[in-house]
């Protein structure tokens, strides 16, 4: 399927702006469902399988933060958050509760198709001739060819930009991997600067693949500059 015929889910109780976004998509070529409230978005998650779930934040009832939290408790579908909330601690709680990434209202088509083709991109990233098919470090078994992923023993689901920041530093197992260069590597040349973004993401993976994500003992930090791979 090309990524111009995936489906995206948009979650939006603003007719006016969940309209111009559909359109918006629909124009570019994708195929789009549409829910106003978050008990109905969630519901269409789970019944369609959509390539892509767009959330606005604040709806009544569910908002777009539960229906993430809850989405990326049965499923790794990559989410955008939609947001009016363009406060640095809005966007960290957004990303804390599993979103791959954000976009803040208002927003025209060249920055709504530069998100949404940015994250499928990570989605549907095929491996790269220098992955390792299998990565073993003590507990942690990836098998990157097949996006999977296990803790002793225990299958981990991990959203696609989770794997996609891991994929990058197993490439250069050992070797520090600066901020910016997991920012231009993993989200692209616009976010260089958000670091915010990989710590973030770094914490989210840590409480997913490391048996204690306090100590951990697999993705380590160099304070101030990045990350590494390997095992403490």
Known sequence: MKDNEKLILIVDDEPLQLKAAQIMLQEAGFRVLTAVNGAQGLKLALENYPDLVMLDWMMPDMDGLEVCQRLRELSSVPIIMITALSSEKNKIAGLEAGADDYITKPFGRGELLARVNAVLRRANASPHASDNQI????????????????????????????FSLLRELARQPGKVVSNETLLKCVWGTDYVGDTSLVRKVVHRLRQKIELDPQDPQYVLSQPGFGYYLGAK
């Open 135 to 162: 990565l073993v470090l003590d507990a942690l078994h990836v098998d990157f060819s097949n996006r999977r992923i296990w803790l002793n023993g225990h299958e981990v689901h991990l959203s696609p930009t989770e």
